[in-house]
Each structure stands twice: as structure tokens, then as C-alpha cells.
């Protein structure tokens, strides 16, 4: 049980083990789970049932009441290697008084095409969960797919968000490692696009009069996100990784172009420069840039009242750095206020619904944690 953590440890339980960051925020930590490469962590709204998905294409969950792991059949094939595989998960809120019994449930995954390539898919069934440890998802149908697949095993981001009022999907669609994808809009790598519940295009989009997959998309020039979420005005945020520097939080605005590849804070893994981004460059601009990189894997939003300190806050969940990056946002601008270390990559996060914090590790053998206040 015990999650051993960086920072000054100060006397937890036994069987948990606190951080105190630098701004004196202290925690208790407990290992809670273990899986095998967990990707996206989720609960299913108005019960204490944890899914977790695992990216070579299997599906857990954890009822954090209980402690009891179960398994969820039904899954998809996923080309799993590199970065792909099994991907994020997404409830509707709406559904939060059913039963767990019967629910919709949205997944995300890598899915292999013609001539060695692929390309991310989110697909929408219905899950039903009959038993104790067993739960699987019935009627599985993909319901929007990246255009165009492509070679490689990269970047495909294909992070799921609904609307606070629960009528569309945003989907963080990556440019695959391909760059110049991001700008050119008859695509939909390096984008976010905004769909109907069922995978169409949504009405407003803001380029929906040039119909195919063109009107699906609501922003561009983006390289890799990994994390989105909402704020309490209704705002959409998302994290995404820059090449070797020039990791973003960004601010999403309808129609926007945020510039890559023409533009970056960063430089190519080669050394070739990147033009900066400047005020006057018709791009828009990234609320905080970090050089070096946090690496991002997950990002939420938080609202609990357990860290009251926290609300409105995000948490993004640091691979390489392997922390809990805490960024304060002020109207329209941000700031990084805290890094709590772990001794592991961080890959997901999620807010529990009594407002715990959980994330999980990256890699075989992932724990899931639970944050607590001291």
C-alpha cells in the first residue's frame, strides 16, 4: 500500500505516505490498483466504479468502495504499439442516476488501415455491467475516425471531452508526427473537432459549410494534446506536447489556428530552429509555454471541494517529469504554482466523486493512487 512520493514526507498512516509541495499543500497518497499500461482513467458518473483501460486493448474497473477489480468484455482490435492502442473513456452525466446496469459509454482506440497504416477511431456502445466483476460493452459501433490514417505509430492524442451541457464530443485528434497535416484543414490530424453525440458534424462548426470532414473540425495547428477539460464558465482547455520544448496550455477558441508546425516555443529534435510564436503572428497563443518540457499525459480541471485550495485549478498528469503539475488560471492567463514528485510516470488523471484525486502511472504495472489531504 505504500506510494513512496518526493518532496519533504511527513507522518502519514501506515500503509500511505504525503507530500508536502513548495507551497506547503500537503497530501496522503494510496496505492489502490495495479494494471498493465493503464492509458485513461474514468469514473462512471454517480457511482464509485473506477474503469480503467489498458492500451494493448483491455478494459478494468475498480469499485473504490469495495476494492474489487473486474474485467469488461466486448472490446474492439487496436493496433496497439508505439503510442497506440486502447485509448481514453467517456460518460454522459446525464446518465448519472441510472443504474450502472445499463449506460453509453464512448472509447477511443488506434485502429490499423490498408498499407501499414492507422489511424485513431472512437467508437459508442452500451455498457452493462450484470455482475460483481464482470461488465462488457454490447453494440460497439465506430462513430468517427481520423482522416487520413497514416504510417507510423504516434501522436494520436484521440482524448475524448463532452460539453458541460452534454450535447457534443470533442475530440483531440493528433497530427501522427506528420507536422504539416496541422495546417491544412481538408484533414483532420492535429485538430479538435466537435461532434454530435452521434459522430456527425455539429451545426456551428466553423467550417461546416465546406461539408466532409473539413466541418468537423473546431480548432487546428495543434501537435499532440493529451489532456482537455472545461472550466466552471464553460471554457475548454487543453495540454499538448511541443517538440523538444515548447509544451502548451492553451486556451480553445473557436475557429482557431495555434500554429504548429509554423510556429512553436520550441525547437526540432535535430536542432533545427522554430520560429517562436510572437504576438503578431496570426496564431493564437499559448497561455503558458515550458521549456523544458513537463511532458504531459492528462489534464483536469478541479472543482471538488476536498482540495478547496485547488478549485479551478488544473492538474496535469507529467510523464517524463513524473509529477502532478498544479497551474493556476486567472481570466484568460495562467500560472504554474506547484510540482508534487512521484517516483513514476504520471499518465492519467481524475477527480474522484467525493473529490479525491486519483492518477495512474504509466507503464506495465501502473498503480492507481489516491490523493487525500493530509
Known amino acids: 500500500?505504500?506510494?513512496?512520493?518526493?518532496?519533504?514526507?511527513?507522518?502519514?498512516?501506515?500503509?500511505?505516505?504525503?507530500t508536502l509541495a513548495t507551497d506547503g499543500a500537503a497530501f496522503q497518497v494510496a496505492e489502490m490498483a495495479t494494471f498493465a499500461e493503464p492509458w485513461a482513467i474514468e469514473f462512471a458518473p454517480g457511482t464509485p466504479i473506477l474503469f480503467v483501460t489498458e492500451q494493448a486493448g483491455t478494459m478494468k474497473f475498480l469499485d473504490t468502495a469495495s476494492g474489487t477489480v473486474g474485467t469488461v468484455s466486448g472490446l474492439p482490435e487496436v493496433a496497439y504499439g508505439g503510442q497506440g492502442g486502447l485509448g481514453d473513456i467517456a460518460f454522459l452525466a446525464s446518465e448519472a442516476s441510472a443504474e450502472l446496469g445499463r449506460r453509453t459509454i464512448y472509447l477511443s482506440w488506434a485502429e490499423a488501415g490498408a498499407d501499414d497504416t492507422r489511424g485513431a477511431v472512437v467508437g459508442k456502445g452500451t455498457l452493462v455491467c450484470a455482475e460483481a466483476e464482470a461488465c462488457a460493452i454490447e453494440g460497439l459501433d465506430v462513430i468517427w475516425r481520423q482522416t487520413p490514417k497514416v504510417t507510423g505509430r504516434g501522436h494520436y492524442s484521440h482524448r475524448i471531452s463532452i460539453s458541460p451541457d452534454g450535447e457534443y464530443l470533442y475530440i483531440a485528434s493528433g497530427e501522427r508526427q506528420k507536422m504539416q497535416p496541422s495546417q491544412d484543414t481538408s484533414n483532420t490530424l492535429g485538430t479538435i473537432v466537435r461532434l454530435n453525440l452521434d459522430g456527425t458534424p455539429a451545426a456551428g462548426n466553423p467550417m461546416a459549410d465546406k461539408g466532409g470532414v473539413t466541418a468537423e473540425i473546431w480548432s487546428y495547428g495543434h501537435r499532440n494534446i493529451l489532456g482537455m477539460d472545461w472550466d466552471a464558465e464553460g471554457r475548454l482547455w487543453e495540454v499538448e506536447h511541443g517538440p523538444a520544448g515548447g509544451d502548451e496550455l492553451n486556451l480553445v477558441q473557436r475557429g482557431a489556428n495555434y500554429g504548429w508546425p509554423i510556429r512553436s516555443n520550441g525547437e526540432h529534435y535535430n536542432g533545427d530552429p522554430i520560429p517562436d510564436h510572437s504576438a503578431d503572428d496570426g496564431f493564437a497563443q499559448p497561455v503558458i509555454s515550458w521549456t523544458p518540457v513537463i511532458a504531459p499525459g492528462d489534464m483536469i480541471l478541479y472543482s471538488g471541494e476536498m482540495f478547496g485550495a485547488w478549485q479551478g485549478q488544473a492538474l496535469i498528469a507529467g510523464l517524463s517529469t513524473q509529477a502532478l503539475v498544479r497551474v493556476a488560471i486567472e481570466g484568460d492567463s495562467a500560472r504554474e504554482v506547484a510540482r508534487h514528485e512521484f517516483d513514476r510516470r504520471l499518465r492519467s488523471v481524475e477527480q474522484g466523486p467525493d473529490g479525491a484525486i486519483w492518477i495512474a502511472e504509466d507503464?506495465?504495472?501502473?498503480?492507481?493512487l489516491k490523493l487525500t489531504p493530509q
Do not use: F, N, P, Q
Open 1 to 18: 500500500m505504500l506510494a513512496s512520493c518526493g518532496y519533504a514526507k511527513t507522518g502519514a498512516e501506515s500503509g500511505e505516505s504525503a
Open 363 to 368: 507503464g506495465e504495472d501502473g498503480r492507481v
